[in-house]
């Protein structure tokens, strides 16, 4: 028997899916239970035992966790120092000339490592590569001494161009670890070797403030792991959307950003595969956001240009996840204008909505859900006591309906249809901006509420159909079982593509290769197949944006390269420059260990299901458009293979239940999905 568990930390929950494989096939067991913010190990050990397993058993634990990408956000970071060149050291606070707000003549931006941490020193190397200043290395010595007196608990050292010669970096780095007590010391080279001193400092940065909080995580999950018996592998999600063993992760923490709705990607993307479809948009509503994504011929959008916060760019590869403050936990209100907001506010897990019985006194888009009947609060999941539908219709008697002259039903049916104002905007950032066009695709819809607002998105879109997999509510727990193990390289090179030595570009892409192979290696034992696939992010000389172009080897020819990025360009802008040269930026390489495929089948239990008759519940009303509409109820466990119904219908399991809209149908497939025609 071997049992493998994939986690995912959540803002709400802490998901579990664990396969029990041998000879006879393959079981699983689930478990959902609140995240424990202080202290998320906590939460995950309670998912292992409500899956009523011991630590011992298992063969291998992957894991997904919020705990780098909040403690960014919040600015619960570690205490950092940078040492850098002299005359640079407010190139992170200067920033790319952008405002926190595009309209309006104020804004705040707090750096993350603010001025009095950061220190001079004289160095300086040219964009070619070449010393203009040598290091001084008796003032490096001395900025080490001065910031750890100033009580930094982790260091950056990021010097000018030293994408294009590390040598100070390195020196710098060498004098800086005979000093330091630790070894949360980041080279900005080491961790991004691009050009732009701005996104690297920050990539660096947000590194070194992460390093010790992850690290003090991943130890303190190992050590109660084991103390329960467990001695086997731990492997750690990626924002890039693979994982990398735990004795790893922390060198570059910073690539940890982004892990749990990745994990969501990664679990879409299998879907896809085993459904015979190919191109997605990925819709994750949870407890405090939404995350969306584009799938396009099965492979999810990789990018290397997240930002994570305002001032805060992150470049390094990593799915290209958008998100908003939209979930099921988004506070509804009346501002100062006596007009209804919804979110950015989350009443998250503690105290949560109203209906959760955890002290929440607040309506959110899940009470809005619970009023309009579209939710049995009978079925919540980790409710601490019950709170009567009375009670929550007063408080949106109080809070909303009566500040805005509705009916309690108009003003819930209001906050859904605000709050799907705000991810159907996100879903319209992911594809229409980019060149792609919503109704080529499927909206498949997951997380816990991702289900209950998905067909009036696509309807709002015009996407054609929607898909609801077997357990929409584990789908970024079952994204860690699916992951594979994945090693990215970037490396500058910015040279007009007309002068460029081909024979470089071919020698960087295999050596980036070979660097990323070995450290895939390290986990053979879990690889199946391993690819690399290669990549180059290009621009027309003058611009500032990048486009990512994927290569089909590293032996290609100048006028391939030249036709592959104008047919990328005239997709994402429809426009054509024949006139402006190209210019390589950056070389990317990735190198994919593959793990053996999840039979998505093993998640629906065929010992369970009946006929439609037999699933149905009975009925109960569900205002929708204005009206109450007397809609059939359904075990979604229960329903047989090829089943179709026809809506208004509420379809209600463990970890999410689907709201067929009036007007939409659904079917389910061989392997457990809900197809919903629009």
Not at 39 to 61: K, R, T, Y
Not at 115 to 128: G, I, L, T
Not at 581 to 596: E, H, P
Request: aromatic residues 4%; contains cysteine.
């Amino acid at each position: 028997m071997r049992r493998v568990a994939g986690i995912d930390v959540g803002g709400t929950f802490t998901d579990l899916l664990l396969t029990e494989a041998d000879q006879s096939g393959v079981r699983v067991r689930l478990a959902k239970v609140p995240t424990t913010v202080r202290n998320q190990a906590e939460g995950v050990l309670a998912a292992i035992a409500a899956a009523e397993v011991a630590p011992a058993d298992l063969d291998l634990v992957i894991h997904g966790t919020t705990a780098t990408t909040n403690a960014v956000l919040e600015r619960k970071t570690a205490k950092v120092g940078l040492i850098t060149t002299e005359g640079f050291r407010d190139v992170l606070e200067l920033g790319r000339r952008t405002r926190p707000k595009p309209y309006g003549l104020f804004g705040t931006f707090e750096p993350l490592i603010p001025r009095e941490w950061r220190r001079e020193v004289p160095e300086r190397v040219m964009a070619d590569g070449a010393v203009r200043t040598p290091l001084d290395e008796a003032a490096v010595a001395q900025a080490v001494r001065d910031l750890l007196a100033e009580g930094c608990e982790a260091l950056v050292i990021h010097f000018l161009h030293a994408y294009a010669n590390p040598e100070h970096e390195l020196r710098a780095g060498a004098i800086a670890r005979e000093l330091w007590p630790n070894p949360y010391v980041t080279l900005g080279h080491a961790l991004l070797s691009e050009f732009r001193e701005y996104e690297r400092g920050t990539t660096a940065s947000v590194n070194a403030a992460v390093q010790p909080i992850l690290d003090r995580y991943i130890r303190r999950l190992q050590d109660e792991l084991r103390a329960q018996g467990f001695a086997r592998d731990l492997l750690v999600m990626n924002g890039n959307g693979g994982t990398v063993p735990a004795g790893l992760v922390v060198e570059a923490a910073a690539k940890t950003v982004m892990s749990g709705p990745a994990s969501g990607v990664m679990a879409a993307a299998a879907t896809l595969a085993q459904s015979g479809l190919k191109n997605a948009i990925t819709y994750d509503m949870g407890g405090t956001s939404t995350d969306v994504a584009l799938i396009a011929g099965g492979v999810p959008e990789v990018s290397g240009e997240l930002t994570i916060d305002y001032g805060l760019p992150i470049h390094l590869p990593m799915v290209d996840v958008h998100t908003v403050g939209a979930g099921g936990g988004s506070i509804a209100s009346v501002n100062r204008a006596g007009m209804l907001q919804v979110g950015p506010e989350s009443a998250g897990s503690e105290p949560g909505p109203i209906g959760y019985g955890r002290g929440g006194t607040r309506p959110t888009i899940t009470d809005a859900n619970l009023v309009l009947g579209r939710l049995d609060p009978a079925r919540l999941t980790a409710v601490r006591a019950g709170v009567s539908i009375d009670a929550i219709r007063d408080a949106f008697a109080r809070d909303l309906a009566g500040p805005l002259g509705m009916s309690v039903e108009e003003a819930a049916e209001a906050v859904i249809r605000l709050g799907n104002v705000h991810m159907t905007g996100a879903i319209r950032m992911v594809s229409l901006s980019r060149g792609y066009d919503p109704r080529d695709f499927v909206l498949f819809a997951f997380g816990g509420a991702g289900p209950l607002h998905a067909v009036a998105l696509a309807r709002e879109l015009g996407i054609p159909e929607v898909l609801v997999p077997a357990r929409p509510g584990l789908t970024n727990a079952l994204g860690c079982l699916v992951a594979d193990l994945r090693q990215d390289r970037v490396r500058t090179l910015n040279r007009p593509l007309d002068g460029l030595d081909m024979a470089d570009l071919r020698t960087v892409l295999e050596e980036q290769a070979a660097d990323a192979l070995a450290m895939v290696a390290e986990e053979q034992s879990e690889i199946e197949e391993t690819t690399v696939t290669y990549g180059a992010d290009m621009q027309f000389r003058g611009q500032t944006h990048l486009i990512r172009v994927a290569l089909p080897a590293p032996d290609i020819d100048r006028a391939t390269l030249q036709e592959l990025f104008e047919a990328a360009y005239f997709r994402r802008f429809q426009v054509r420059l024949p006139e402006i040269r190209a210019v390589v930026v950056n070389l990317v390489t990735s190198v994919i260990g593959r793990r053996k495929p999840f039979p998505l089948a093993a998640l629906i239990d065929e010992a369970g299901r009946t006929d439609l008759v037999g699933a149905r519940l009975g009925t109960r009303p569900v205002y929708a458009d204005g009206a109450w509409h007397e809609a059939a109820i359904y075990t979604r466990e229960a329903l047989p293979l090829g089943a179709e119904i026809a809506g208004p219908a509420v379809i209600q399991q463990i970890d999410a239940t689907t709201v067929i809209e009036p007007g939409a149908t659904a079917q389910v497939d061989a392997i457990g999905n809900l197809r919903i025609r629009v």
